[in-house]
């Protein structure tokens, strides 16, 4: 038996088979989903990369840890060396680990070479200014978007072909691990990927109409400590410089792209007649906003911000739609009982190895996530916590801020019920004990930020 772990960066539900935005264009992902175990209502543990990918690879939340914030290494808590992550554990079971891309934060920088037997990163080329906002200046190359002037091999093609290379006729025992960094920011994809969309794109579901950041009343339902996660300057200039379209159409050009990288690898998968003895699993670390509620990238805890892609394919998988919540850090002990092997350390995870296998799905699951500000500027422990059942999610926020929604009623999160604190609570009393009984707890306190030398020097050692 092999493994293929496919992670793609920032990708939230617009897939064709979650049906996140109307014209999205996956259709690679979707003949994945139509043989695979897809869970629909799949979230991360935080809206960041480096505490959502830690929670994943190590099987522990990150209020256990202390890891909330991409400036948090998990190497301040994971020790090198004694393979405790997810690839460390499949080659202590005997599989051959090759990886390429970004699987840890930050690539190549973040790994643990003792967990590789191969591992490859290509780097990354640095674009012109491409927006009409980075050519003005306002925005810098992280943040730009739009057709690339060439189709040169981009970083993900680079890396998707060197796994590529490695799946042969006949491979036994493979961990592959393949990480795609887009469609995270810089969106800048070769133009074909752009031809299949209209020059206007259609909005996001959810969104009430055209970008308006000095809608006041697109926040005003929600408490104040989460109108500080809206990082406000992104927004503001794309409404000033009315650019959201093309914002758009680049994101949804990226997923087109990231799909079209996931075909050729299935493609070689079946050409080398690998795909039926490979279990096959397609996560992201997070979800990706794009003006919903005035909030763009992520670091919220609003439902676009947390909905991840999620699904597993292979030998001995049931192929159905799973309604149960669930997150990506229940991969690491499922994927180490599907490859008969058992955690060193503690985990938070949950084993959903039962419900790949067709078992019945537990109701009363909720999937829980945490979020904050590092630093806070009042200098004390600025976290805020979630809770998502299969129809409501409930926010505590750090100075007493709630949110309560009804997915039933209101699936993108329109109408927070809390929204009048005293009157909020005495209608939905019991509701919201029950879900207040399920937000994590304790909190561990976030780790130190290390400076930039520091963190380099981490790596290094």
Known sequence: MNFLFLSIEDLNDFIEPLGGHPEVRTPNIARLAARAAMFERAYATAPACSPARAAALFGQAPWRTGIYANGHDWRMVHKTGRRLSLVGHMRDAGFATIGAGKIFHLARAGIDPDEWDQYFAAGHRRHPPTSALARAGEFGPNLDYGPAESDEPQYDERNAKRIMAEMTRGADGRFWALGLFRPHLPCIVPRRFFDLYPEEVALPPGMPGPLDMEDGRELAAVPAEARRFVIRHIGEKIHLAREHNAFLRAYLASISYADWLVGRVLDRLEDQGLLDSTIIVLWSDHGFQVGEKLAFTK??????????????????????????????????????????????????????????????????????????????????????????????????????????????????ERRNLLARPIVGRLAHAGLRARLAARLPAPLAKPLPLKSREERLALREG
């Open 299 to 412: 670091f919220t805890l609003w439902e676009r911000a947390l909905r991840i892609p999620m699904m597993v394919a292979g030998p001995g998988i049931v192929p159905r739609r799973i309604g149960q919540p669930v997150t990506n850090m229940d991969l690491f002990p499922t994927l180490l009982a599907l490859a008969g092997a058992r955690p060193k350390q503690e985990t938070d995870g949950r084993d959903l190895s039962a419900l790949l296998a067709g078992e019945p799905e537990d109701a009363e699951a909720a999937a829980l996530a945490v979020w904050g500000l590092f630093p806070s500027p009042e200098g004390e422990d600025a976290l805020a916590v979630t809770a998502r059942t299969r129809r409501h999610r409930f926010t505590r926020y750090w100075q007493g801020g709630e949110e309560l929604y009804d997915h039933d009623a209101d699936p993108f």
